[in-house]
């Protein structure tokens, strides 16, 4: 059985015969787990980075890739988790892996997908792609008119 809306009842089940009747009081509450965004791209590299996790109640990692690591584990409320990814060097272009945030003893969850890039670079770096040591040197001159 599963709550509709909030709110609280009276189940009463009453057998076939009429001999026995049981009565129990349902109390739904309402319910909740968000992540403050739904996925992250790196490079190869590896880094960290953080997230807000908003909850209900308190929640658990039910999955995750092996490369990946979550601190710290959740507590009711915004919390906010820092998720760490190793560097990679595989022979793929790239690789993917989704954590599942799942709260504590209930069906919600939340998923956060993470692309890792085969680039051994990350934001900021610089990277010299060609370079000559013969030929002219052009100027280009922007003036205005």
């Given at each position: 059985?599963?709550g509709?809306?909030?709110?609280?009842?009276?189940?009463?089940v009453t057998?076939?015969?009429?001999?026995?009747t049981?009565?129990?009081?349902v109390?739904?509450?309402?319910?909740?787990?968000?992540l403050?965004?739904e996925?992250?791209?790196?490079s190869?590299?590896?880094?960290?980075?953080f997230?807000?996790?908003?909850?209900?109640?308190?929640?658990?990692?039910?999955?995750?890739?092996?490369?990946?690591t979550?601190?710290?584990s959740g507590?009711m409320g915004?919390?906010?988790?820092?998720?760490?990814v190793s560097?990679?060097n595989g022979?793929a272009?790239?690789?993917?892996?989704?954590?599942?945030?799942k709260l504590?003893?209930?069906?919600r969850?939340a998923?956060?997908?993470v692309?890792?890039?085969?680039?051994?670079?990350?934001?900021?770096?610089y990277?010299?792609?060609?370079?000559?040591?013969?030929?002219?040197?052009?100027v280009?001159k922007?003036?205005d008119a």
């Open positions: 059985m599963f509709v809306n909030v709110g609280n009842t009276t189940i009463t057998t076939e015969d009429g001999a026995k049981a009565v129990c009081d109390v739904v509450t309402k319910s909740w787990l968000v403050s965004s996925n992250f791209h790196t190869g590299a590896g880094e960290s980075f997230i807000d996790v908003d909850a209900s109640d308190s929640w658990s990692i039910s999955s995750k890739p092996n490369w990946i979550i601190t710290p507590n915004v919390s906010s988790v820092e998720v760490s560097s990679y022979s272009a790239y690789r993917s892996g989704d954590i599942i945030f504590n003893g209930r069906e969850t998923t956060f997908t692309d890792q890039y085969n680039f051994p670079y990350v934001d900021g770096d990277v010299k792609v060609q370079s000559s040591t013969r030929g002219e040197v052009g280009v922007i003036a």
